[in-house]
């Protein structure tokens, strides 16, 4: 018998050997990936080096074009400079968005002020009649900011050069040694197994059997067994910790309900220690914990017993239960609307905003044992963002008188040069003209989303049918299409519902759809204006076959001042589309866009439909 039980002892510690060879190789392999991996790591250094490259480039272009509006090429020069300007700042966001080691942060804020500084003494040098400004010298002002700015972008491309040089030897080093390192620890450990298995196997058995028994008593419940250690080698000491273990599984049976309710108070405690709300609910929605933080924020009665009721009980918001009772019954984090992020609670007219987010709480098998919804107040940060759009409405406001009389004294100028027949100032007159319609437009767009963004513009609801805004958006662009040589249609199915809605608004946002389209269909395009309904909404489509977006964009679309670059000029504030969705959210409607590069673009928002209990409450009312 005790022969077979070294038989396997020994076969158990050959299977033990072979595992450690596995290991082995395994580790090799995987320190061969971890090189590969930092070397993978280092490719974010390249992108600074390049984007440092291409800044240079620019930059020198830039320059160049000032030294052709210098001598007297303004046209070419300044159309070069704009080029490279733009191209200068693509990359500078790059490598801005792409610090990754010490250093490289200064030298970006550095290049920032001194090329906006050069920017600044670039456009100034010339006025706008194209004359050169004294006050202004290339050397003195504008040529060392150059070598200034060039050097910088420089600096950051040696800084990302050596430190991936640096990393690339270090993680080279690094590897080899972990390698041989591992090599040697793997022999080792085999030759000390090899024996080890030799001596274990005729020392063990014995002492072996005897724990086997105790820990057989001891699995039935038994923990008042002591094994007795007749030798002082590994085994007798084996023994004796074999008997502290008994003692302390002892001594734990008979503290572990102390110790759960000291983990439990542990657990309360650093809940009320957070400073955001935290309510925990379990999965019959009965509040088990609650902070400090979220009764205050709450405004709830601390008077009443809030532990063990039920959420709806002591916190009456439906749209917080919904959210609750779907990550429940999901188990998983519940997707939670734009308008429904925000909670606000009234605290005596001082309101105060907070954001919340909803967490499933799991055990180690996967069960649902509850949730945990988080309150973090943002109530400065909503006023930050409210003064922000008061003050960007106010100066859209202030700034549209002068630029009303600029117009004026540009359009006077210019008759005055139809009259003279100066058709150099009459044509320079009309790029004016045509800048500050653009820039009118500009500040308009950037009045009615700082309105919209505070809350202050007017939605004048009625019942329309969508098909009449339909009309009204094709009649005002039928003849934009035409001249552009593409084919404007529109599909409206039968007998569509009503919705409520301000028609002069829903009418804009189509319109700026439709003009969108214009603007990237090539001629011989066509557009089609879809409308049906799916369900309660009312779905709204504009379909072009244009030059579609790249899916880079798709997602920054709706963002202020983002523009498609097409084969037209584009035109515009790049404001349209933000506007267009606040306006849809304001009618509890959404917007998206779904488009293939080079196949066109399909932009949708929907529209509540007007349901039968409403239809009827606002005929009674007429």
Same mark, same amino acid.
């Given at each position: ?413 210019? =008759?005055?040069? &139809? #009259?003279? @027949? ?5 044509? %320079? +007159?009309? *790029? ?91 001629? =011989?395009?066509? &557009? #089609?204006? @879809? ?5 309660? %909404? +009312?779905? *709204? ?82």
């Amino acid at each position: 018998m005790v022969k077979s039980f070294q038989q396997r002892i020994l076969f158990g510690y050959s299977i033990s050997l072979v595992l450690i060879v596995i290991i082995l190789l395994w580790s090799m392999s995987q320190l061969s990936r971890l090189s590969e991996a930092s070397n993978a790591i280092l490719k974010e250094n390249y992108k600074s080096i390049l984007a440092a490259e291409n800044m240079i480039d620019a930059l020198e272009r830039q320059n160049s074009a000032i030294l052709l509006i210098i001598t007297g090429n303004g046209a070419k020069g300044e159309k070069q400079f704009s080029e490279s300007e733009s191209e200068f700042l693509q990359w500078f966001t790059r490598a801005k968005d792409n610090i990754t080691i010490k250093g490289e942060k200064d030298i970006i804020d550095s290049l920032n002020t001194a090329y906006n500084k050069y920017l600044f003494n670039c456009k100034k040098i010339f006025s706008p009649d194209r004359e050169p400004v004294t006050s202004i010298n290339f050397d003195r002002d504008i040529y060392p900011n150059f070598l200034s700015i060039r050097q910088m972008c420089v600096d950051l491309r040696e800084l990302n050069q050596n430190t991936m040089f640096t990393s690339s030897n270090r993680a080279v080093v690094i590897g080899n040694r972990a390698r041989l390192s591992l090599m040697i620890i793997g022999i080792i450990a085999i030759c000390i197994g090899i024996g080890f298995s030799l001596v274990v196997s005729n020392l063990v058995v014995r002492p072996v059997l005897r724990i086997k028994e105790a820990a057989q008593k001891i699995m039935e419940g038994d923990y008042d067994i002591h094994i007795a250690a007749e030798t002082s080698d590994e085994i007798g000491q084996l023994t004796l910790v074999f008997n502290e273990m008994v003692n302390k599984l002892r001594i734990y049976r008979d503290m572990n309900i102390d110790r759960i309710v000291a983990e439990r108070s542990k657990n309360d405690a650093i809940i009320r220690s957070i400073d955001d709300g935290i309510i925990v609910v379990d999965n019959e929605f009965r509040i088990t914990n609650i902070n400090p933080s979220a009764v205050q924020s709450l405004n709830l009665n601390i008077s009443k017993e809030i532990t063990g009721e039920h959420f709806l009980g002591i916190i009456q918001n439906e749209v917080l239960f919904h959210y609750i009772k779907e990550t429940v019954q999901s188990a998983a984090p519940c997707p939670i609307e734009d308008k429904d992020t925000i909670l606000t609670i009234d605290k005596g007219g001082d309101k105060q905003h907070y954001q919340y987010s909803i967490t499933p709480v799991l055990s180690k098998s996967g069960t649902m044992l509850g949730v945990v919804l988080l309150l973090r107040n943002i109530t400065k940060l909503k006023e930050i963002d409210r003064l922000k759009s008061e003050f960007v409405m106010a100066a859209s406001h202030e700034l549209r008188t002068p630029l009303t009389s600029i117009i004026m004294s540009v359009e006077l100028l210019r =008759e005055n040069a &139809i #009259l003279h @027949q100066n058709e150099n100032v009459e044509k %320079l +007159l009309g *790029v004016i003209h045509e800048e500050l319609q653009r820039l009118k437009i500009l500040v308009n767009d950037l009045l009615d989303l700082s309105k919209i963004e505070s809350g202050k513009l007017e939605i004048n609801f009625e019942k329309v049918n969508i098909q009449n805004l339909v009309e009204r958006a094709i009649a005002l662009l039928k003849t934009q299409a035409l001249e552009s040589g593409v084919k404007l249609e529109t599909q409206i199915a039968p007998e569509l519902p009503l919705v409520f809605a301000d028609a002069n608004k829903i009418t804009w946002v189509l319109t700026n759809l439709i003009a969108n389209a214009l603007r990237y269909t090539d001629i =011989e395009g066509h &557009i #089609l204006v @879809q409308a049906g309904q799916i369900g309660s %909404l +009312l779905h *709204v489509s504009v379909i072009d076959d244009g030059i579609g977006i790249p899916y880079e964009l798709q997602s920054k679309i709706f963002d202020k001042f983002v523009q498609v670059k097409g084969t037209r000029e584009a035109g515009g504030s790049g404001l349209g589309l933000s506007i267009s969705r606040e306006i849809i959210r304001a009618h509890s409607g959404t917007i998206w866009v779904e488009s293939t590069p080079g196949e066109g673009s399909v932009f949708t928002f929907t529209l509540p439909v007007i349901a039968t209990e409403q239809k009827g409450e606002l005929n009674d009312k007429e």
